[in-house]
């Protein structure tokens, strides 16, 4: 009997392994890596490029990163999966570095996108303004005009149609959707960006402190995206400047209802909310700039020592000359 109720045990426990293992299979049919949209080292393939990316303007491709603008003045890099997204429900993880020499003035920043067009250098952090679909702008510019109630580095959200121009002096604060604070300049480790689109809602999370636990930064309801589009990264240095380092980029397709993801390919971006428009001085296109003011009281300082030096050697001069008539 002792044989035999063992042997009841083992098959039970069979079974029940078995139903276990199917059931598991079968909830991580649509929660997986998407390779075709994902970036991890080795970058380079054996014919030297980057297999199904694309790189634009400035970008350096190293062992250990892709720098998308040096820490140099007036740069524009960027890199673009060259596969449409033909999944409903993703998230994507971007793992980067910004880092530079400025201590108080730096910039502009980096985006990470998902949009229709790809590969077109532009004034919005290294792309094309008048985008249709989706931007994550980490903008590190800390020399804004104007008032706002909030510090740099920041990250916001934009939807666009094409029809929207995000406005660099305004902080982009009239067409934002949500943002938040976030130091992740001249970290010593690695910082990490998550951005979750599921069901019309977008979800962005940060960790920024080593510590491998995702902090919310924003979530926005009612986001409608097509299918279809390309997700890219660019970044962009001004007057000012950063290095902007992308070290992995790596594309979830997440579980959700069964949905025919062709049926959203002709939707239109768009959001049913925004966030509420912060206060803004125009900027007059004639004003300094504070790098500008920089360089000018430098050259003053410069003309003053030189001043003085040539007085001092004038000095000398005729003092050696009141020697030899003596």
């Keep these: 009997m002792a044989s035999l109720s063992v042997g009841i045990e083992c098959c039970l426990f069979t079974l029940l392994l078995t139903i276990f293992s199917t059931v598991l299979g079968e909830w991580n049919t649509k ?53 449409p997204v033909l999944v409903r ?115 962005v999370y940060i960790d920024i402190d080593n510590k491998n636990v995702w902090k919310e930064c924003f979530t926005v309801k009612g986001v409608h995206l097509p299918t279809g589009y390309y997700v890219g990264v660019s970044a962009a240095t001004g007057e000012l400047a950063d290095n902007h380092d992308i070290l992995s980029v790596k594309f979830y397709e997440l579980e959700a209802p069964e949905v025919d993801a062709e049926n959203f390919k002709d939707v239109v971006p768009s959001a049913d909310f925004s966030a509420q428009p912060r206060d803004h001085v125009a900027v007059n296109p004639s004003s300094w700039s504070a790098w500008k003011i920089i360089t000018l009281i430098i050259i003053v300082i410069g003309f003053v020592i030189g001043a003085f030096v040539l007085i001092y050697a004038y000095q000398k001069h005729q003092e050696g000359k009141r020697k030899r008539f003596y």
């Design 89 to 203: 429900n993703w998230e994507l993880h971007v793992q980067f570095k910004v880092h530079g020499a400025g201590r108080t003035l730096y910039g502009d920043g980096f985006s990470i996108w998902y949009t229709r067009d790809r590969m077109e250098l532009g004034p919005v952090f290294g792309n094309r303004d008048y985008f249709s679909g989706l931007a994550i702008f980490l903008d590190t510019y800390s020399n804004h005009n104007g008032p706002h109630n909030h510090a740099h580095p920041y990250i916001s959200a934009m939807v666009n149609n094409g029809s929207l121009s995000y406005d660099h002096d305004a902080d982009g604060t009239h067409t934002e959707l949500s943002g938040c604070e976030a130091q992740f300049r001249n970290k010593d480790h690695d910082t990490h960006i998550s951005i979750r689109y599921i069901d019309g809602i977008l979800f």
């Design 31 to 83: 929660d997986y890596l998407k390779r075709e949209h994902t970036l991890v080292k080795p970058y380079l393939g054996p014919s030297m490029n980057i297999p199904l990316w694309d790189i634009t303007g400035s970008t350096m491709i190293t062992n250990n990163y892709i720098r998308l603008t040096s820490d140099h003045q007036s740069k524009q890099g960027g890199i673009w999966n060259s596969q």
